[in-house]
């Protein structure tokens, strides 16, 4: 088991910055890869970005590559986010996923998720 933890968010004007991070316990060391989801209010969970653990290589939605940056720090057990040029339509609860095995852009592709963080950006 893992436990997947969120932290930062919050309210940003559109054109912002904003970073997320998450934490994670447990097996980590049993862990394939790490990433971000978002929600919308009345939409599908959708990928926002991930990265495997082992090597770092990141992977983008087309949406976000190029404005944001997905890290992650081994010794620390976290995950980042960094969030530049932010819209609107990027409003969304957050969520941070694991898998011991996959990596993909599918929610299917993670059985650990943290419970979520809100990301909310003013027009």
């Known amino acids: 088991q893992v436990q997947l933890v969120e932290s930062g968010g919050g309210l940003v004007q559109a054109g912002g910055s904003l970073s997320v991070s998450c934490a994670a316990s447990g097996r980590t060391f049993s862990i394939n890869a790490m990433g971000w989801f978002r929600q919308a209010p009345g939409k599908e969970r959708e990928f926002v970005a991930a990265i495997s653990w082992s090597g770092g290589t990141p992977y983008y939605a087309n949406s976000v590559k190029g404005r944001f940056t997905v890290s992650r720090d081994k010794a620390k057990n976290m995950v980042y986010l960094q969030m530049n040029s932010l819209k609107f339509e990027d409003t969304a609860v957050y969520y941070c996923?694991?898998?011991?095995?996959?990596?993909?852009?599918?929610?299917?592709?993670?059985?650990?998720w943290g419970q979520g963080t809100q990301v909310t950006v003013s027009s």
């Open positions: 996923v694991a898998d011991f095995a996959r990596i993909g852009s599918s929610p299917g592709d993670y059985d650990y």
